[in-house]
């Protein structure tokens, strides 16, 4: 479905043009002519609550402001804010049932696709662990699941047979290699939700997409600036976080990298991102959350690979592709990445007892 932005903007009242922006694999960004926007069109196959989705983002970012203030610090820097529409709602729901926000552009920042260099991860480490913090005390009952049971890895491996049986898109036979790549893996679905269970590990409320390309870092000093993209922003586990940035960050090719021979699990990455973390969170992390820390980055690889692959499988109908095969592609380069954790395991828990 194509827009005309300019007209979406003008039911915020903004009277601009915009154009393509950022590189997420759900939602649609743009930046508006003028600089001063970021206009989103949500995924509403993906979001099928747009009330719930902003409600969460409002009350979040509410809160952030206020503790911001309090602290003298810039909010409208380091926290999101939604523009509301003349109407005076948090978004704009299209007739064709697709739903618009916009926020306030902060400039004067970058947002990596890899990690450039150790020091870059660090900072973004600090910043996520930062975030955490700093929502750690937030209400968990006033959030909505906007994505039902969405790092519950053992539901995600049910889904997951249940796209190879339906086999939708008649790939199956294709990726025999693959799927048995995940069915031999089955006992590391439940590890984090038995911990959560046991409550050695505990609910927190919390980001669970920490992709490098979820902080605005600033252009001069390399700082992280705000953590973005709050669409799912629920209670959840403080492992799915920590592993998901590991997940993207310390991959040493781009996540649908075809020459596998790139795809390692860069330990000097995983060293800088522990330690930014560490710093900011070690004191407020159980035992069971500091021992499974390596392990979260092969679960949540493992997971993501296992969604990928699923949605190949599904006839690609949950992220964006650009090219044939492309959730294929991201499938194998994430179990690759998968496998050389599984080989480091012990180094990356060496790792994490130096900065206990
Ligand atoms: P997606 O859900 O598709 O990943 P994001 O909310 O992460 O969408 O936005 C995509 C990209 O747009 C980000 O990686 C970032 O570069 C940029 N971006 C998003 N919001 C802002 C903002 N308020 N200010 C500056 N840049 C932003
Ligand atoms: C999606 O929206 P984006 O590109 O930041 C996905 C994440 C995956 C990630 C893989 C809502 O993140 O869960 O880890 O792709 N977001 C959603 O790159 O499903
Ligand atoms: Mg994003």
Redesign the pocket.
């Known amino acids: 479905m194509s827009y005309n932005l300019s007209d979406v903007l003008l039911k915020f009242g903004i009277n601009c043009g915009a154009s393509s ?7 649609d ?1 743009y930046l508006t002519d003028d600089g001063k926007y ?1 206009l ?1 069109r949500i995924n509403g196959n993906v979001f099928k609550d747009p009330d719930g989705v902003m409600n969460n983002i409002l009350e979040v970012t509410k809160y952030m402001r206020e503790a911001l203030k309090k602290l003298g610090r810039d909010y409208e820097r380091e926290t ?1 804010t939604v523009i509301n529409t003349v109407d005076g709602k948090p978004y704009y729901l299209t007739d064709q049932g697709d739903f618009f926000r916009v ?4 400039s004067d ?1 970058v ?1 990596y696709q890899t990690v450039e260099n150790a020091e870059v991860f660090y900072n973004a480490a600090i910043a996520f662990g930062n975030f955490q913090k700093m929502i750690a005390d937030f209400p968990a009952h006033k959030l909505n699941e906007t994505i039902k049971d969405f790092h519950n890895t053992k539901v995600r491996y049910e889904n997951f047979k249940k796209s190879v049986e339906q086999n939708k898109s008649g790939r199956a036979e294709q990726v025999k290699e693959e799927i048995k790549f995940v069915t031999e893996r089955e006992h590391y679905c439940d590890v984090v939700n038995e911990a959560i269970k046991e409550k050695t590990v505990p609910l927190r409320v919390t980001h669970n997409d920490t992709k490098l ?2 902080v ?1 870092m600033d252009k001069k000093t390399g700082k992280g600036v705000c953590v ?2 709050l ?1 799912t922003v629920m209670p959840g586990s403080l492992l799915y976080d920590f592993g998901d940035s590991l997940r993207f960050g310390t991959n040493t090719a781009r996540e649908d990298e075809v020459d596998l021979s790139k795809v390692t699990c860069s330990l000097e990455y995983f060293e800088a991102f522990t330690k930014g973390f560490m710093e900011v969170m070690a004191d407020t992390m159980t035992e069971k959350e500091i021992e499974l820390l390596p392990f979260s980055a092969i679960l949540m690889t493992f997971e993501c690979g296992m969604r990928f692959l699923a949605d190949h499988i599904d006839g690609d109908k949950y992220f964006k592709i650009s090219r044939p095969n492309h959730n294929l592609d991201r499938a194998r380069n994430q179990f690759k990445l998968v496998y050389d954790m599984e080989q480091k395991l012990p180094q990356m828990k060496k790792i994490v007892n130096k900065y206990r």
Do not use: E, R, V, W
């Not at 922006?21 to 939602?27: A, E, F, K, L």
């Open positions: 922006y950022g590189n997420g694999h759900i939602n960004t970021i989103q999101m926020y306030l552009f902060i920042t947002t390309n979820n605005l973005i993209d669409d």
